[in-house]
């Protein structure tokens, strides 16, 4: 084996053995055990949810795999028929359509893989960054597994967890462009342009924004270092890969934008000054002291549990901590780590509310409409794995006595450890009808605590084997951190899939809506146009109608048939049958429900017919549900459709036609050669006047200006061949990694 990729391959077998409970199907991580509503039976080890985040089933698996069928198919993943009552798919970031990786999620366990891959991109980019910063192999290797087997990988499997992986890679661009500034060289822009590209590619702005901060930062703290004139040189290699990178995005920022200009985003117009309450406080750095991810929630009186699992974004362990107290004594790479601790104390402080942050971080343009209490964890891990780093290399290359050090560093971590279990025991005590609760903390304490001092003992009695006992203790602490969450995924699940098959030989170009059954999204999955609702942004064309005409209690971001009501306000059941027409007007033939969800009574008095039965589901028909074409004015016949984009009309005059599907600019059609115009209907559909004749009407959708993002990606491939075509070929591994 090549001694250059000793280390890398340690990263990746590590990596894959903290996921062997997935990979040996000891559990299952897929989440249409759990989250499509079609499970009939589950097991688990250990009681529990192995993610804080349902949004890994609603959106990155089943958008996902939506964006890669039409792709596999021969199309680009612009719109989305299946989802409320049509809508932009590539444009709402979340389904990470035009992410190279989402192909996988085709498979049937490919968000498994998918989330290994993206790992393995988080741990080889920081070994390959730690080295590049001067970092022994050992030190790179053991921080590289950290950062890959991270806090918020661990308990996420949403789409913020896509960019996460790129940031080591953003950061390690930043330093090839310094180290080629330093050294007078051409080029070194093409990794930050890459990674800037990926992590907008990879769907969770918000994650890719506060990742870009912090890359700003750490550019700051290496422009600090340098005379004028290489700083001129920096900044001009940072700002072409910069520039380069947003060209190479320019599709997906295209259609993002555009369907953001006219889209209802949620509470995430209002989140400046939200924060994590102080309970939460001891998750940080004894990530189970409450038990297994909401294994003992339902237990907590006060409702306090949920609402901290629910908010949550990551961890960082005590022996972490214990490595990056100890790289503040260092001078070497002072600057650096100066900005670091800053970093963390400005961002740790917003998290958590201390008084005052909130102001500053809002004066930073976009900060405010960002959810930092939640999705900032990763950039915090980083900081903190960078810092445990160099505080590792300085420990197990110290030539002379830092007892002292260790000392204070061991004694901040004890009055730590003191201040946390004082203020989890308030939570501890309100547990008491829950199993085990005593123990989560008492092991917590005990782990993290007993690791430490292992590794101070090894250190302070100069153990020959310091530096081995030291890296041991790091990976085995991250890996059983890591692999905690999966014990709690099922080990065995069954899925009655009858009711899919049902709808998707039923359903034609009509519409279904589910009271619990094919969760939100997975119509989608299935390929089954749903009106269940989990997404963001969504179309304020729907959500004014949504909340006007089906159901004004419901949360517009989530319509899923299955949120309990507001005090006073009607179930989802009873608003259905009460606005059963507006249901029908939007095209929904069919409605899902848990078996002996309706009475007979209720199934009578509004007309309904059950069409369908399985263990999962029942199938009702509704009386009158609403063609997707349909003439509304002239004398037009349809002769006939194929699917949702193509109608065929005879017209003795001109007339209008109906198509119940979403109002959106972009979208156009043609008669042949002959361009129509769409115009809206109403406060939803569209509508098209068609001249009189024979008409076969094609209808497309594109994003509005998709055309110049086209063209911006093409020109910046080109910039990039134009900067690298004359790029002589590496002769070594160095020289291949210092072509970026």
């Known amino acids: 084996m090549s001694n250059r990729l000793t280390g890398p391959l340690i990263v990746v077998a590590a990596i894959f053995l903290a996921n062997s409970l997935y990979l040996a199907h000891l559990t299952n991580p897929n989440p249409i055990n759990t989250q499509s509503g079609l499970a009939v039976s589950s097991s688990q080890l250990v009681q529990g949810q192995d993610t804080i985040d349902p949004n890994d089933g609603t959106t990155t698996q089943a958008l996902g795999h939506a964006a890669a069928t039409q792709i596999l198919h021969g199309h680009m993943p612009w719109w989305n028929y299946n989802e409320q009552v049509g809508a932009p798919l590539a444009g709402d970031m979340q389904s990470a359509a035009l992410f190279p990786l989402t192909l996988i999620l085709e498979l049937s366990n490919g968000l498994l893989y998918f989330h290994i891959i993206l790992e393995v991109i988080a741990g080889v980019a920081t070994y390959y960054l730690l080295r590049k910063l001067g970092l022994r192999k050992v030190t790179s290797t053991v921080f590289g597994i950290a950062f890959g087997l991270n806090g918020a990988f661990a308990w996420f499997g949403s789409p913020n967890f896509n960019p996460i992986a790129f940031l ?96 209802f985003i ?72 100066v900005s670091l601790l800053i970093w963390i104390a400005i961002l740790a402080a917003r998290v958590y509310g201390f008084p005052g942050i909130s102001y500053i971080l809002n004066l930073i343009p976009g900060m405010s409409k960002v959810a930092i209490y939640r999705y900032v964890e990763p950039a915090l891990e980083f900081a903190a794995i960078m810092l445990a780093a160099f505080g590792f290399e300085r420990v197990t290359q110290a030539k002379r006595s830092i007892n002292r050090q260790i000392y204070i ?215 009158s549900p609403q063609p997707y074409f349909a003439v509304t004015g002239g004398a037009c016949n349809i002769v006939s459709s194929d699917g949702k984009a193509r109608v065929t009309l005879e017209c003795s005059r001109s007339g209008q036609l109906l198509r119940r599907e979403l109002y959106s600019p972009g979208w156009s059609v043609k008669s042949g050669s002959l361009p129509l115009s769409v115009k809206k209907n109403g406060s939803l559909f569209q509508a098209v006047e068609v001249p009189s004749g024979s008409h076969t009407l094609d209808f497309n959708y594109l994003p509005p200006h998709i055309y110049i993002g086209l063209f911006l990606f093409i020109f910046g491939w080109l910039l990039v061949g134009l900067a690298y075509l004359k790029t002589p070929m590496p002769s070594s591994w160095n020289s291949f990694v210092d072509l970026f």
């Open 266 to 337: 949620g509470d995430h117009a209002g989140l400046s000054n939200t924060a994590l309450p102080y309970l939460s406080l001891p998750m940080l750095v004894f990530p189970y002291i409450y038990g297994p991810i909401y294994g003992i929630a339902r237990y907590d009186p006060t409702g306090h549990l949920p609402i901290i699992w629910g908010n949550v974004g990551g961890y960082i362990t005590l022996c972490l901590l214990f490595f990056g107290g100890m790289s503040v004594f260092g001078k070497h790479r002072r600057v650096l780590k």
């Open 409 to 623: 560093v061991c004694a901040l971590l004890v009055m730590i450890c003191v201040i946390l279990a004082v203020i989890a025991s308030k939570q501890e005590h309100l547990l008491v009808a829950a199993p085990h609760h005593r123990l989560y903390m008492i092991v917590s304490l005990v782990w993290s605590l007993g690791s430490v001092a292992l590794i101070a003992a090894s250190i302070l009695r100069h153990y020959k084997y310091r530096r081995l006992v030291c890296s041991a203790i790091i990976v085995a602490d991250v890996m059983l951190m890591f692999i905690f969450p999966q014990l709690s995924a099922p080990s065995r699940t069954q899925v009655d899939t009858a009711p899919v098959s049902f709808l998707q030989t039923h359903l034609e170009s009509y519409r279904m809506f589910s009271l619990g059954p094919i969760q939100p999204n997975y119509g989608s999955y299935y390929g089954i146009a749903s009106i269940d609702t989990n997404n963001l942004p969504l179309s304020k064309n729907w959500t004014n109608y949504m909340t006007k005409y089906l159901d004004p209690a419901a949360n517009p971001a989530a319509f899923s048939g299955v949120d309990p009501p507001s005090p006073g306000s009607l179930s989802p059941k009873d608003v259905f049958l009460k606005n059963l027409s507006s249901y029908e007007y939007v095209g929904v033939k069919y409605l899902v429900t848990f078996p002996s969800t309706l009475t007979p009574s209720e199934i009578q008095t509004v007309g309904l017919k059950s069409v369908f039965t399985s263990a999962a589901a029942t199938i009702y028909q509704l009386p």
């Open 168 to 263: 080591p890679l953003l950061i390690l661009g930043i330093e090839i462009a310094y180290d080629k500034a330093v050294n007078q060289q051409k080029r070194g822009w093409l990794l930050l342009a890459l990674a800037l590209a990926l992590s907008l590619y990879a769907g969770f702005p918000e994650e890719a924004y506060l990742d870009g901060i912090l890359a700003g930062l750490w550019l700051l703290a290496r422009l600090i270092q340098l005379r004028h004139s290489v700083w001129r040189k920096l900044m001009l290699k940072v700002l072409a890969g910069g520039f380069v990178g947003l060209l190479l995005a320019a599709p997906i920022l295209i259609a993002f934008i555009g369907y953001l200009h006219n889209a």
